[in-house]
């Protein structure tokens, strides 16, 4: 063999020894370091997760940019946002304030309030639509979600653009036991922003002849059920007005059906017109066993003379429909028909009290003739009284034409925020300017506006009103008075905020069986054992079914969050 060749069969055989050793040591770390190998995977994996994290926030941040108004972009804005008491000026001072605060225009519908369904109705048939309307009802809402009038509003959208509305919503979802957002949502999806009513919290007065009891030797305003009644006799056995007449009753009927009795209802556990949860199951009030522990001490009350045998027509007899005549003319000795503000003295709701207060004080001495009290407890410690409820069913909702303009939506949505959710300029949307449109005295904001022109005049009122804060210090004597005689705990609101399919099949029907049972009950026309009878007619007649429908909202709303 050549030297050369040999030389070259070398050059081989070294270069296959390095390429082996080298593949050897690769194979050496690999075995040995093997979680090593796995360690550089999952630093890889991290840095796409992180990657994937900062990704996910760029496309969530991206998601919403679409909505970020555009600065240099003068929007007009179509609102009907409240309702208002008549039309606004487009000139009117605050309409101009706002203009020039928010750079945009604003179209202000009016739709007259006691033919607003006929309007408004005509109007969206027509093809007009605003880009923020208030809607009364779930079922309202549901109307113009079927007409594809409104735009889905995704909860995500206003945690961002309007978080202070959001977090209310969600603090009275906690209070209320029910989620605000099933007023707004349909087949899972939201499509505005519900609205609340601060003085839905609180429930009816109850306000006693402050002389009758004194007059009668009470000096102490009865409690529980067990008190009133001790009171309701004397009433009528005792001569409480000193006249020398046989002329006096303990109690009527108010407002509502049966509105006198409502107090005396709860003290049994429910309100007869209302729909309740128990058990985590809906019922009607009106048809539970303790009703008829309820009716059998109305219609001894009657038979014994304590209740005004014109009780049917109500304590009512006109004008506002706050005022108990029965109580104020001296006729009986105890009424829940007032709201609490309506029977709030002066200071505490406007400079001359709320409308029956008022009204009372043209012929009473009201500091020697009106107690206040509380509903009464009842055998079993049950209490309470009719309240409307924080959620009153109303929503705001919003033209799906801003799917196309979702930067004049987020427009909208910060002014919403900025409006309403915002203290100060709650007070300017409602009040105007202080000096000028308002004064301030015991924490009350009074309107100081010329005789005879009204709040729209000046652009303020519910004109801007979109959303009702709660918690807002407007009327802190008012809040606290409410505290004080209407409180919170121990009440009753109706549970059911939607009308069921079948209500217009069979609601008049068992709504007049109801009335007319519970009437021939008191008056002792019928045994208390009727309403048995009754309950099942109740629900011979349509009832269950109602009841079927209202679990299956019930079960299709609870769980919304």
């Given at each position: 063999?050549?030297?050369?060749?040999l030389?070259?069969?070398?050059?081989?055989?070294?270069?296959?020894?390095i390429?082996?050793?080298?593949?050897?040591?690769?194979?050496d770390?690999n075995?040995?370091?093997?979680?090593?190998?796995?360690?550089?995977?999952?630093?890889?994996?991290?840095?796409?997760?992180?990657?994937g994290q900062q990704?996910?926030?760029?496309?969530?941040?991206d998601e919403?940019?679409?909505?970020?108004?555009?600065?240099d972009?003068?929007?007009?804005i179509?609102w009907l946002?409240?309702?208002?008491?008549?039309?606004?000026?487009?000139?009117a001072?605050?309409?101009?304030?706002?203009?020039?605060?928010?750079?945009?225009?604003?179209?202000l519908?009016?739709?007259?309030?006691?033919?607003?369904?006929e309007?408004?109705?005509?109007?969206?048939a027509?093809?007009?639509?605003?880009?923020?309307l208030?809607?009364?009802?779930?079922?309202?809402?549901?109307?113009?979600?079927?007409?594809n009038?409104?735009?889905?509003?995704?909860?995500?959208?206003?945690?961002?653009?309007?978080?202070?509305?959001?977090?209310?919503?969600?603090?009275?979802?906690?209070?209320?036991?029910?989620?605000?957002?099933m007023?707004?949502?349909?087949?899972?999806?939201n499509y505005?922003?519900?609205?609340?009513?601060?003085n839905?919290k609180y429930h009816?007065?109850?306000?006693?002849?402050?002389?009758?009891?004194?007059n009668v030797?009470?000096?102490?305003?009865?409690?529980?059920?067990?008190e009133f009644?001790?009171?309701?006799?004397?009433?009528?056995?005792?001569?409480?007005d000193?006249?020398?007449?046989?002329?006096?009753?303990?109690?009527?009927s108010?407002?509502q059906?049966?509105?006198g009795?409502?107090?005396?209802?709860?003290?049994?556990?429910?309100?007869?017109?209302?729909?309740?949860?128990?058990?985590?199951?809906?019922?009607?009030?009106?048809?539970?066993?303790?009703?008829k522990?309820?009716l059998?001490?109305?219609?001894k009350?009657?038979a014994?003379g304590?209740?005004?045998?014109?009780?049917?027509?109500?304590?009512n007899?006109?004008?506002?429909?706050?005022?108990?005549?029965?109580f104020?003319?001296?006729?009986?000795g105890?009424?829940n028909?007032p709201?609490y503000?309506?029977?709030?003295?002066?200071?505490?709701?406007?400079?001359?009290?709320?409308?029956m207060y008022?009204t009372?004080?043209?012929?009473?001495?009201?500091?020697k003739t009106?107690?206040?009290?509380?509903?009464?407890?009842?055998?079993?410690?049950?209490s309470?009284?009719?309240?409307?409820?924080l959620?009153?069913?109303?929503?705001?909702?919003?033209?799906?034409?801003l799917?196309?303009?979702?930067?004049?939506?987020?427009?909208i949505l910060?002014?919403?925020?900025?409006?309403?959710a915002?203290?100060?300029?709650?007070v300017l949307?409602?009040?105007?300017?202080?000096?000028?449109?308002?004064?301030?005295?015991?924490?009350?904001?009074?309107l100081?506006?010329p005789?005879?022109?009204?709040?729209?005049?000046?652009?303020?009122?519910n004109?801007?009103?979109?959303?009702?804060?709660?918690?807002?210090?407007?009327?802190?004597?008012?809040?606290?008075?409410?505290?004080?005689?209407a409180a919170?705990?121990?009440t009753?609101?109706?549970q059911?905020?939607?009308?069921?399919?079948?209500?217009?099949?069979y609601?008049?029907?068992?709504?007049?069986?109801?009335?007319?049972?519970?009437?021939?009950?008191?008056t002792?026309?019928?045994?208390?054992?009727?309403?048995?009878?009754f309950?099942?007619?109740?629900?011979q007649?349509?009832?269950?079914?109602?009841l079927?429908?209202?679990?299956?909202?019930y079960?299709?709303?609870?769980?919304?969050?």
């Open positions: 063999m050549s030297k050369k060749l030389a070259l069969l070398l050059i081989v055989l070294l270069t296959i020894s390429m082996a050793g080298c593949v050897s040591r690769n194979k770390t075995a040995g370091t093997n979680t090593g190998v796995k360690t550089d995977a999952n630093a890889n994996a991290g840095a796409n997760a992180s990657s990704q996910s926030q760029i496309d969530e941040e919403f940019a679409k909505y970020e108004p555009k600065p972009v003068k929007y007009t179509e946002g409240s309702h208002s008491n008549s039309p606004i000026p487009e000139d001072e605050m309409v101009l304030y706002w203009e020039e605060k928010y750079n945009v225009d604003f179209k519908w009016y739709v007259e309030r006691s033919k607003w369904d309007i408004l109705n005509v109007r969206l027509g093809g007009e639509m605003p880009d923020v208030t809607a009364e009802s779930p079922d309202i809402i549901r109307s113009y979600y079927d007409q009038l409104i735009l889905e509003i995704p909860k995500e959208l206003l945690q961002k653009f309007t978080p202070k509305i959001y977090q209310t919503i969600e603090e009275v979802a906690q209070q209320e036991g029910i989620s605000p957002w007023v707004t949502t349909i087949d899972g999806k505005g922003i519900p609205k609340f009513n601060e839905g009816q007065a109850s306000v006693w002849r402050k002389d009758w009891l004194e030797g009470i000096t102490k305003v009865p409690e529980t059920l067990e009644e001790v009171a309701f006799y004397k009433f009528v056995r005792e001569d409480p000193r006249n020398g007449k046989d002329d006096t009753y303990a109690l009527s108010g407002y059906s049966y509105g009795f409502s107090s005396i209802f709860g003290a049994f556990g429910y309100i007869p017109q209302f729909w309740s949860i128990k058990d985590d199951e809906m019922v009607y009030g009106a048809i539970q066993p303790e009703m522990e309820a059998t001490l109305l219609a009350w009657y014994d304590l209740i005004n045998p014109e009780f049917i027509t109500g304590e007899r006109g004008g506002h429909w706050s005022i108990s005549h029965d104020i003319e001296g006729k009986i105890y009424t028909n709201p503000y309506h029977i709030a003295p002066p200071g505490v709701y406007g400079s001359s009290g709320g409308r008022r009372m004080a043209e012929t009473h001495d009201m500091e009106l107690a206040y009290g509380r509903p009464p407890i009842g055998y079993n410690g049950k309470g009284d009719v309240r409307w409820g959620i009153n069913g109303n929503g705001l909702v919003f033209n799906q034409e799917k196309d303009e979702p930067d004049k939506l987020g427009k910060t002014i919403i925020e900025d409006m309403c915002n203290f100060e300029n709650y949307m409602t009040y105007g300017i202080e000096g000028k449109h308002h004064k301030v005295e015991n924490g009350q904001y009074i100081t506006l005789e005879g022109v009204s709040p729209e005049e000046y652009g303020i009122g004109v801007f009103v979109a959303w009702t804060g709660v918690g807002f210090d407007i009327n802190p004597a008012q809040f606290e008075f409410g505290d004080k005689h919170y705990t121990n009753y609101s109706n059911l905020f939607t009308s069921l399919p079948s209500m217009n099949l609601w008049d029907e068992l709504d007049k069986l109801q009335k007319e049972t519970y009437i021939r009950i008191i002792g026309e019928k045994s208390p054992d009727e309403f048995d009878n309950v099942a007619q109740w629900l007649r349509g009832g269950e079914q109602l079927k429908e209202a679990n299956e909202w079960n299709s709303v609870k769980s919304i969050k």
